[in-house]
């Protein structure tokens, strides 16, 4: 009974297997499914597998497969669902992948090496989620992506494309998750559908031109950071903070404000040392950026929300953190399903250190025989967009769960904006202890000049830190900051001590 089962169905779970694909399995030819997750198999996949016609899904996810994905998948004609992430393999995806008109599903992401145009979905017309994220795509949209009726998620984030969004995009009904966000993309945001949609991503691109109507009626998650975006006394306030975030970074520069920040991430404003970290205790949940009305720093989280339910804000619920003076910086966090990007703006000009604490709160530690301590965070880290670390792992790097590990960083702001980006290229496991569990985390930051600053110094008076601009379902935002402007106001008045200073107390 169990043989007849491996033949259409093989599985190979987390850590459980290690080494190549025995070349054997190429001999099942009767195989129909094949699923590896979070286990050592690496290597190439072997030739053998050339065999497997029968192949209706398979899937390969945080292993260590390299080599170019093979031509002869291609053949698989059957196959309705293939998935690849985290893998090490190279581009380009094969051409012969037109032949794959059967399927529904086609994930590929974080591919190395070589590009692949979008040519080889021409075929492809029953898909309902095409994510081909970091994949190396460059080109240009299909124009005929209108055909792709049953198309549900689009995420094309995190690659080379160039041109325009078709607008043909925007007349495909079942469509409710789109991410186009970090491409070359240009042209102004079509009108039509684009309210259906529930996750819009387009950060990263050259859009310009007047916001359609949907921007202000529609209900969805929208991330429209770092376009080319321009706006006046008619539009800037439609979502507020975004003119700060386009390509140029435009609000305070050539005339710098600040030359340091610190950052509480996911908790409240804390004091250590001489470093006030403000507070970043903002619901991200539902929403995709935050710009503080002193325009001193903001966050833009991005990318695969679409799996449900993902915690952005984690608190630690088990001991405290060790390995730190400060165990209270590390009660809380904040998590990102995809990009998590803080921006430090109106920054004088010159070097800075940067400097980011992590603890691994959500894992327990490896080898304790507990079900989370199965769960690996990996993600990459970079620095005016610099890679830093790549794989950067905290346990790993810390000795073990709940210890602290600060890693230091130099870098130079020419154009007074300081970026640092948290990256997720698919590795690490994704579902333990729950779905949604990855991904980066951090606890804190801070940001100080490495030379004398003439701008910065603490201001009592101008040093609230009102938050201008969440873009949460966008419906009722307008509300929730009416809201939080009172409240932080009403507060202010009665209460000197809520005043957020800035982070030199000279
Ligand atoms: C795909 O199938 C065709 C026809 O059976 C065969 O000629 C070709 O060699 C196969 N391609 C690969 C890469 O295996
Ligand atoms: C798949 O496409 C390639 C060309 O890209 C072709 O040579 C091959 O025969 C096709 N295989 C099948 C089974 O149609
Ligand atoms: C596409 O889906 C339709 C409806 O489910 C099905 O009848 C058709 O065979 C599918 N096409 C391919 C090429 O699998
Ligand atoms: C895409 O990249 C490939 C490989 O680097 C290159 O040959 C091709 O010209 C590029 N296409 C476009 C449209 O930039
Ligand atoms: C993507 O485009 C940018 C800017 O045009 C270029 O610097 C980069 O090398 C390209 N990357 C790839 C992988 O083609
Ligand atoms: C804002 O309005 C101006 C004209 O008043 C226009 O040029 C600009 O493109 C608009 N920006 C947006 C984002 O709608
Ligand atoms: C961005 O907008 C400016 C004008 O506001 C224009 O000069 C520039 O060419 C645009 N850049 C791109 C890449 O579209
Ligand atoms: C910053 O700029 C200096 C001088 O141009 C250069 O030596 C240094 O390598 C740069 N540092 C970084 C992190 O880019
Ligand atoms: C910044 O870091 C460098 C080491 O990279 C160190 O020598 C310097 O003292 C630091 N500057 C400040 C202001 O802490």
Same mark, same amino acid.
């Given at each position: ?8 169905? #093989?599985?190979? &779970?987390? /850590?459980? @297997?290690? !080494? =190549?694909? $025995? %070349?054997?399995?190429?001999? +099942?030819?009767? *195989? ?49 669902? #293939?998935?690849? &992430?985290? /893998?090490? @393999?190279? !581009? =380009?995806? $094969? %051409?012969?992948?037109?032949? +794959?008109?059967? *399927? ?49 998620? #689009?995420?094309?984030?995190? /690659?080379?494309?160039? !041109?325009?969004? $078709? %607008? ?6 079942? *469509? ?331």
């Amino acid at each position: 009974m169990e043989n007849f089962l491996l033949f259409l169905f #093989l599985a190979i &779970g987390s /850590n459980n @297997f290690s !080494g =190549p694909l $025995p %070349s054997e399995l190429g001999s +099942l030819v009767n *195989l129909e499914e094949i699923y590896i997750d979070s286990s050592g198999v690496s290597g190439e996949i072997p030739s053998t597998f050339a065999n497997l016609r029968n192949m209706q899904i398979m899937w390969a996810y945080d292993c260590s497969l390299s080599g170019k994905i093979p031509d002869f998948i291609g053949n698989w004609t059957k196959l309705t669902s #293939l998935r690849f &992430g985290g /893998n090490s @393999f190279e !581009g =380009p995806i $094969p %051409s012969s992948f037109s032949n +794959l008109s059967s *399927l529904v599903t086609l994930q590929i992401t974080d591919i190395n090496s070589v590009s692949s145009s979008l040519d080889f979905i021409k075929n492809m017309k029953n898909l309902t989620d095409l994510s081909l994220r970091n994949a190396l795509i460059n080109g240009s949209i299909p124009s005929n992506i209108g055909e792709y009726k049953s198309l549900q998620t #689009l995420d094309l984030s995190f /690659n080379n494309l160039t !041109g325009q969004i $078709p %607008s043909a995009l925007f007349s495909v009904d079942s *469509l409710t998750h789109l991410f186009l966000g970090n491409n070359g993309l240009s042209g102004t945001l079509p009108q039509q559908k684009a309210v259906y949609l529930k996750n819009i991503d387009l950060s990263y691109n050259y859009l310009s031109g007047t916001f359609p109507s949907w921007v202000t009626t529609g209900s969805q998650q929208l991330n429209l950071v770092a376009n080319n975006f321009t706006f006046d006394s008619s539009n800037i306030s439609i979502l507020p903070g975004l003119n700060c975030l386009q390509r140029n970074f435009p609000c305070n520069k050539n005339a710098p404000r600040y030359s340091s920040f610190a950052i509480k991430c996911g908790g409240e404003e804390m004091k250590v040392d001489s470093i006030v970290y403000e507070a970043d205790s903002y619901d991200l949940g539902g929403a995709s950026f935050i710009v503080l009305d002193t325009q001193k720093w903001a966050i833009s989280d991005a990318g695969l929300f679409s799996d449900g339910q993902f915690n952005t804000h984690v608190q630690n619920t088990g001991s405290q953190v060790t390995g730190t003076p400060t165990p209270k910086l590390y009660q809380s966090s904040r998590q990102s399903p995809g990009s998590l990007r803080y921006y430090g703006l109106g920054l004088e000009n010159g070097p800075y250190n940067v400097s980011l604490s992590f603890a691994e709160t959500v894992f327990g530690d490896q080898g304790s025989q507990t079900w989370t301590s199965l769960g690996r965070r990996v993600f990459d880290i970079y620095i005016q967009g610099t890679l830093q670390l790549k794989d950067f792992d905290i346990s790993k790097e810390a000795g073990g769960a709940r210890k602290a590990i600060t890693k230091k960083f130099n870098a130079n702001v020419s154009e007074n904006y300081l970026e640092i980006h948290l990256f997720w290229a698919g590795k690490g496991t994704c579902c333990i202890p729950d779905q949604g569990s990855y991904g980066p985390l951090v606890s804190a930051l801070s940001v100080i000049p490495d030379f004398k600053p003439t701008v910065g110094i603490a201001h009592k008076k101008n040093q609230t830190a009102l938050i201008v601009g969440i873009a949460v379902a966008l419906g009722i935002s307008g509300l929730i900051l009416i809201f939080l402007t009172f409240y932080m106001r009403t507060k202010r008045h009665n209460d000197d001590a809520e005043v957020h200073l800035s982070l030199f107390m000279k």
